[in-house]
């Protein structure tokens, strides 16, 4: 099967020219104006804007947490990437204690094999890491998995301690790869939530008082410097305020290889989201939390000038009816974690270019390219290309609409972005040359989303 996307705005990470791009297969084959090949079939795609699929490199679908699952599987969850002009997602296979890293990942591959509509990968989320697992280390590698993961917070479920920490970012750099951090201070948080509770402060809101934005720096300080000890790379995941990213240039001034990531949420929302009334805060209670809102404007800046190198959304859903409600007079119990991966390109292209003056090349690369490349993916993933797979989204960025929850496909009974009116829409979606969304329709078939291999995470 080939396709032809005539007269179209071509957007790379770099390029950007009216022109067309010829699909031979499941690859890009050739770009150029005026191409005279015959194809199958051929989509006219004037005034649209023509990019790489997105790849969203957070999320977390159907995971165990909070007493009980994450609303969307890898059938849900990847179909409503696929609206979003989401082609590729990584989410973390957690290792549950006991388990090996070969486990782990046999263990996530059971739950996402057969069910992808788009193409897929995993971090390997590292609880345990004791001499024993070492020799496994490589094996991940050579299965496709370069990114690691630990979590500095959660203690007693997923919180690991400082030399787990030194050993997987030793291993993990030694491996080419690279280690991610949810960075807070676990400890002291765990404290303060006591306390909170205690005072009888059980409300949604103080979820985020117990945990701010001091605590988070600190928590990114310790792993960029404990990174920079194991002479290995680090990425922070989630940063929602200046104070972390101030931590992480820094540390990248002093010549470590630091990077990091922000999220939809924090781009948009603030802490006075905590006091909607009849419990609706509980719909904002994730991790972290939303913060001042003080802290957007330093975060789109950060993401203009390169000190944070892409969004991701934490797509962790749990429904406001049956799962939010565990938490209902004590905030611990309510599940941490919000909807977000079909909104993240229009909401980027939104807020970047159409309200910041962001460049489309920036919006791009902050979408699409930059997670390509830092996770092993690149050029296969996140560019147009001779030779990448052709995942690509047909952007109508002139469509007018309102988010909502009456319209999204992701499983979750409400949208953090309810009712905001953006500009921008994914109107045709391919993955790997086969079109997946049209005229607002799933024309894939869930299964068909492959494994992504992954090789090297490059330094940017
Ligand atoms: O609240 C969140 N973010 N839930 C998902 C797990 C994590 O910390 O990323
Ligand atoms: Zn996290
Ligand atoms: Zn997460």
Wanted: aromatic share 10%; net charge neutral.
């Amino acid at each position: 099967m080939s396709l032809l996307i005539k007269n179209g705005r071509v957007v790379t990470a770099t390029d950007d020219f009216v022109g067309d791009v010829f699909i031979d297969g499941e690859k890009v084959h050739t770009l150029g104006k005026n191409l005279a090949m015959k194809a199958d079939r051929t989509i006219d795609a004037s005034n649209r804007l023509v990019i790489p699929g997105s790849i969203d490199p957070h999320v977390h679908m159907e995971l165990p947490f909070g007493g009980t699952v994450s609303s969307d599987d890898f059938k849900t969850g990847t179909i409503a990437a696929a609206f979003g002009g989401t082609t590729s997602i990584i989410d973390f296979a957690i290792q549950y204690k006991g388990k090996t890293f070969q486990q782990t990942l046999d263990d996530w591959d059971a739950k996402a094999e057969g069910k992808c509509a788009i193409d897929y990968s995993y971090h390997l989320a590292v609880t345990e890491f004791e001499p024993r697992h070492a020799p496994e280390f490589k094996k991940v590698v050579d299965r496709g998995i370069t990114t690691f993961k630990i979590f500095l917070a959660y203690p007693g479920v997923f919180m690991i301690d400082d030399q787990t920490m030194f050993r997987v970012m030793q291993s993990a750099g030694e491996a080419g790869g690279m280690t991610l951090v949810h960075a807070e201070n676990g400890v002291a948080i765990q404290q303060m939530i006591d306390m909170l509770i205690a005072q009888g402060k059980v409300e949604p809101k103080y979820h985020a008082q117990s945990r701010p934005p001091v605590m988070q720096a600190d928590g990114v300080a310790r792993a960029l410097r404990v990174g920079a000890f194991a002479k290995s790379p680090v990425f922070i995941v989630h940063v929602s305020c200046e104070a972390s990213m101030n931590e992480i240039v820094r540390s990248r001034d002093e010549g470590h290889a630091s990077f990091g990531e922000t999220c939809t949420q924090y781009l948009f929302l603030d802490e006075t989201c905590y006091d909607k009334p009849n419990f609706e805060g509980a719909k904002y209670v994730f991790t972290p939390p939303l913060v001042p809102k003080e802290n957007i404007e330093p975060l789109w800046k950060g993401l203009k000038l390169g000190y944070l190198q892409e969004v991701s959304t934490d797509h962790c859903p749990f429904n406001f009816k049956g799962q939010k409600e565990l938490g209902r007079g004590d905030f611990r119990k309510i599940p941490n974690g919000g909807p977000g991966v079909e909104d993240r390109l229009s909401l980027v292209y939104h807020g970047g270019v159409v309200e910041r003056g962001f460049s489309l090349n920036k919006w791009v690369d902050i979408c699409c390219t930059a997670s390509a490349k830092m996770f092993g993916m690149f050029p296969r993933k996140g560019t147009i290309a001779p030779g990448s797979d052709a995942d690509i989204v047909i952007f109508d960025h002139n469509r007018e609409r309102t988010l909502s929850a009456k319209s999204h496909h992701m499983n979750c009974d409400y949208s953090l972005f309810e009712g905001m009116k953006i500009k921008g829409l994914p109107e045709t979606v391919l993955s790997r040359g086969k079109v997946i969304i049209e005229d607002n329709q799933y024309k894939g078939r869930a299964g068909e989303g492959q494994f992504i291999k992954r090789g090297a995470c490059a330094q940017m």
